[in-house]
């Protein structure tokens, strides 16, 4: 079965740190492109960042960049969202999704969590 | 403020056709694909459309999209109690470097 697996969400102070993994199953995971997408609590979906197959070309939306770093590693069919200077706003369900034509998203896993507060 | 501009609300009764719009600029639709998500309370998006008017297989043809210009659509047909969710267009924006998302159409059925 094709599929992917958020972890690693939980509650964080404001300014902490916190890194998610993604594992992914049933796909040549090193022939696709990763993205992470997130979900603040009854608000719409909000693109994240994305890395290539080969971690060649990554892009951050703005209002996570110079904040979160995205890597993967292929050999462990994993994709990973380094997450520091955690703001309340970053609180959401944070998901990972397989790119595939014109950037659409065609695997999505549950969502993991992530809840900044004092 | 979404970059992407959908009605927050669309609603239909059973075997209704609903359409719902999706409109952006010439740096996100009016230079590429369009594709629709529908979002079930509590679970994950899931792909409706991709590359403006593709099924993924097991999307139904009651489903279907269009782009013209720097908007796009996606039209439901035979509406059913179960395509009660909500929808999200998204596109690659040139100008951001980033994928954008529409602000979201809670869809009805009365």
């Known amino acids: 079965e094709v599929q992917v697996v958020e972890s690693g969400g939980g509650l964080e102070q404001p300014g902490g740190s916190l890194r998610l993994s993604c594992a992914a199953s049933g796909f040549v995971f090193s022939s696709f492109s990763m993205n992470w997408v997130r979900q603040a609590p009854g608000k719409g979906l909000e693109w994240v960042s994305s890395i290539s197959s080969s971690s060649r070309t990554i892009y951050y939306a703005d209002s996570v960049k110079g904040r979160f770093t995205i890597s993967r590693d292929n050999a462990k069919s994993s994709l990973y969202l380094q997450m520091s200077s955690l703001r309340d706003e970053d609180t959401a369900v944070y998901y990972c999704?397989?790119?595939?034509?014109?950037?659409?998203?065609?695997?999505w896993g549950q969502g993991t969590m992530v809840t900044v507060s004092s | 403020q979404s970059v992407l501009t959908q009605p927050p609300s669309a609603s239909g009764t059973p075997g209704q056709r609903v359409t719902i719009s999706c409109s952006g600029s010439?740096?996100?639709?009016?230079?590429?694909?369009v594709n629709w998500y529908h979002q079930l309370p509590g679970t994950a998006p899931k792909l409706l459309i991709y590359s403006n008017d593709q099924r993924p297989s097991g999307v139904p043809d009651r489903f279907s999209g269009s782009r013209s210009g720097t908007s796009a659509s996606l039209a439901i047909s035979g509406l059913q109690s179960e395509d009660e969710a909500d929808y999200y267009c998204a596109a690659w924006d040139d100008s951001l470097n980033g994928v954008v998302f529409g602000g979201g159409t809670k869809l009805t059925v009365l």
């Open positions: 010439s740096s996100n639709i009016g230079s590429n694909s």
């Open positions: 999704a397989r790119e595939s034509l014109g950037w659409s998203f065609d695997i």
